[in-house]
């Protein structure tokens, strides 16, 4: 039993996931993610009542937890991963959701094989790393809760949780992952570059005045 938690393991695992299967793009897409991986399915909990011809609060009463979870199955084709989601409107908004996708998929890419509370807190390292790099949360200037929740599509309290770990956090990332993850992340459109003023290209339109769009040079 993995009572002890590896945080630097979570994290070094968080990012080279992003690196091998993420696009490069905020938020973080765990369903696109999870569905890159072979052995690894997903399934809502709406779905899973449907496949079953259960019904969904007859499900829900019988799954372990009331936000995900994962069934895991060991055939002669190796081991194979069904995560299954809680995505009953009712139940937390889509930054909970996201946050327990990721938790689930840490549980898998980390390996673990019993529940231990250092198991649940690599999992939880593992998700704050994978929907919230430190290195592009380092590069934000103004940092509050509701700047983390757009930009990482993060719940109130994962953001609060993130702003106070910071500091610990930043020791997790080592140099060569904090390169890979800013090449990644760099905005390839060509317009945009950091530090450049950028200013209004469409002038509001006057009323009863007709504007004219003009065909790109070709
Ligand atoms: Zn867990």
Request: charged letters at 30%.
């Amino acid at each position: 039993m993995r009572e002890r938690a590896d945080r630097r393991r979570a994290a070094r695992t968080a990012y080279r996931t992003l690196l091998a299967a993420s696009e490069g793009r905020l938020p973080i897409d765990v369903k696109a993610i999870i569905k890159k991986l072979n052995n690894v399915q997903i399934m809502s909990y709406t779905q899973a009542a449907l496949a079953l011809g259960d019904s969904f609060s007859r499900l829900t009463q019988g799954m372990p937890s009331d936000s995900a979870c994962t069934l895991v199955e060991e055939g002669p084709a190796g081991i194979r991963y069904l995560v299954l989601y809680n995505d009953d409107a009712g139940y937390g908004n889509e930054g909970r959701r996201r946050w327990s996708l990721a938790h689930e998929l840490g549980h898998i890419l980390l390996k673990h094989e019993e529940d231990s509370s250092g198991a649940e807190i690599e999992a939880d390292c593992f998700a704050r790393h994978l929907l919230c790099p430190q290195p592009l949360l380092e590069r934000l200037d103004a940092l509050d809760e509701d700047v983390l929740c757009v930009a990482f599509g993060l719940s109130r309290s994962a953001a609060r949780s993130a702003l106070r770990g910071m500091e610990a956090a930043r020791i997790l990332v080592d140099e060569d992952m904090r390169a890979g993850l800013m090449e990644l992340f760099r905005p390839d459109e060509g317009l945009l570059r950091p530090g450049q003023k950028v200013a209004c290209a469409l002038r509001r339109r006057r009323k009863g005045a007709t504007r004219t769009v003009r065909e790109p040079n070709l």
